[in-house]
Structure formats: C-alpha cells, structure tokens
C-alpha cells in the first residue's frame, strides 16, 4: 500500500465508523448487549487510541532516539492483522472507555475528525523509507514500523464498526 493510499483508508475507516455512529439514535448509541461496549464507548475507544499519535509523529529525531528503526523484516498488512490476532486483543487501561452518554456524541465527533486530519498532515511529512523504518512501541505488537503501526490502526476502526454493528443486532431482536 502507497503512503497515500494508507492515509486514505486510514481516514476513510474511521469517517466511515463515525458516520455510522452519527446515525445511531439516541438508544442506539447507548445500547449494550451482554455487558459489551455500547457504539458510543467504541467510538471513544477509537478515539482514544489516536491520541498519542499527534504527540509523537511530529518529531522524526525523538522517534529515532527513544525506539531506534526496524531490526527485522517488514510486515505487510496480512502479516500486521495475523500477529495482532495473536495477542490478547485487550486494550490497556489508558485507552479503555468510560461510560459515554449521547450528549457526548458530537464532541467525540469533533474531536475524532481534528484528530484525523493532523494525523493526515503528519504521516504525509513521511517519506516512504521513515514509514517502513521508523519504529513506535505498541502494547500489544511491541516495536512496528510506522507503517505497520497506521496498517493496524487502519483496520482497528474497521474492526470497532463491526463490533458496534454486532451488538446492535441484537437490539433488533
């Protein structure tokens, strides 16, 4: 995948989640089936994990210094999402999500579209070499590649849409 072409489906699959839970009613967004999380603490899940992002991409050197670059092959997309699914799948605590109510929508909205557009405007400062060597720490992968690291957080939102969707189903019941 080029650098324009993760920039895109990285924003495109997180404007995708958020249409979506825009379009939520009220219940909707508050439902929960089972005790999982309800579309809104999916959306601040989302949300949350982008958070550091705006904080650490600016600085190339820090990157550099405090993680060092790739000490193994790159992995393609496949290989990113096939490792991830090995790991536990728990989210650590800083990014687990409070209980969000509907009056919280539209500032989580806001927030998530700033987010997306300075983490947009940061990646494209990459060349593809910083991408694929880059390195950044994830709780669960350890070290990736930047790359890597937007291949994972690109399908993250994906994935948090489906689990929203899942858990709607059986509102419908």
Not at 133 to 162: D, N, S
């Amino acid at each position: 995948m080029t650098k324009q072409e993760l920039i895109k489906s990285f924003y495109d699959n997180h404007k995708e989640m958020s249409d979506y839970v825009n379009s939520l009613t009220d219940e909707q967004f508050v439902y929960s089936h089972n005790g999982k999380w309800t579309a809104g603490q999916q959306f601040s899940h989302v949300y949350l994990t982008l958070l550091p992002f705006p904080k650490i991409l600016p600085s190339k050197e820090f990157i550099e210094q405090k993680f060092g670059k790739i000490d193994r092959p790159i992995w393609d997309y496949e290989t990113v999402l096939k490792n991830y699914f090995k790991t536990s799948l728990k989210a650590p605590q800083q990014f687990l999500p409070e209980q969000i109510n509907t009056e919280q929508k539209a500032t989580i909205t806001d927030d998530l579209q700033k987010i997306l557009l300075t983490i947009q405007q940061l990646l494209d400062q990459y060349t593809d070499e910083e991408l694929d060597t880059l390195v950044l720490p994830h709780p669960l992968l350890g070290k990736m590649t930047i790359r890597e690291m937007f291949y994972l957080m690109t399908y993250h939102a994906t994935h948090h849409l489906g689990q929203t969707e899942k858990n709607l189903e059986q509102l419908k019941r």
